[in-house]
């Protein structure tokens, strides 16, 4: 991590990629003096970037920043920038470890316990005469199915709020999405189908780069788990009106079908497919916000070394 001095004004620190960026954009000059942990006082961007930004070599060198820490101690967070008095105060940083290995724990546990729902629920149907302790050991699947849902739901919420209140600790600016707004639109309907998306995308992208978040490209693990989650409900719906249209058809050509009852192997053929979806929508989901709370946890944890 990089931290750079424009105009005399201590800023950063900044992955290399952004310095090279902003150097190239000309928002800061090859003369603009920099410093990273190793170096023993600050030096200029030209001898980090040779021939980068050359077209402003001619610009006057800054004041020199204050001093950088003494060679082998622990580099210290430098000062924030100042912010208008209406910002929010800078948090203290939450960490993710612990919910972050809960996770994983509990999003195989459910996706074992819903295989082994799948499992009973058709040993029940092909049985000819089902037994009593088969139907228990279903019930008892399926409450334990909902305990672990329940569970893994509540420590997802609790690092999602830490991973959002975290973006203030590092200074990101501009955020759309508090921690308590993000949490509570899981909540509402309709909203959740749209602002939970929106706030991972954008928790991603800060994580990555929070001075720049702005340019940063999301994990695609969420918009897989986006399409995933809402799946299951478009799916509904849709066969529910393929059904309706079948029924009508037959009301057409069999005007005794008062009812529209559909043939059976049309109502298997709809039950299959809104239960492939639902199975889909159960375990695709989960596994995909695995992914994205290991890769923000790994990035705020990178942020947090650079910043102590």
Known sequence: MIYIAPNGAQEGPFAEAEVRRRLEAGEVSPQ????????????????????????????????????????GTPVSRP?????PTSAAPREHYRSLRGPANAIPALIWSTVV???????????LVAASSPSDLLAGSLVIVFMLVSVVVMGAGIVYLVWLYRAMANLRY?????????????????????????????????LSKASQSPHNWQAQT??????????????????????????????????????TNVAGT??????????????VSVAIGFILPPLCLMHVVKTVTRQQHTLRAAYS
């Open 218 to 255: 999301p994990t695609r693990a969420i918009v897989v788990w986006w399409i995933a989650s809402i799946a299951p409900i478009l799916c509904y719906f849709g066969l529910l009106m393929v059904g309706m249209a079948v029924g009508l058809v037959q009301m057409q050509e069999e005007p």
């Open 170 to 202: 590092f200074g990101a600016e501009g955020l759309n999405y508090s921690p308590v707004l993000t949490i509570v639109c899981y909540f509402l309907p309709i909203v959740s189908m749209i602002v939970p998306f929106l706030a991972l995308r954008e």
């Open 113 to 123: 316990c819903f295989v082994l729902l799948i499992v009973g629920f058709f040993a």
């Open 79 to 83: 000062a924030p920038a100042a912010r």
């Open 262 to 275: 559909l043939d059976d192997g049309i109502l298997i053929a709809l039950g299959l497919g809104y239960f």
């Open 32 to 71: 603009t003096l920099y410093w990273q942990q190793g170096m023993a006082d600050w030096q200029p961007l030209s001898t980090l970037f040779p021939g980068v930004g050359a077209a402003t070599a001619g610009a006057v060198p800054p004041p020199p920043p204050p001093p950088p820490p003494a060679t």
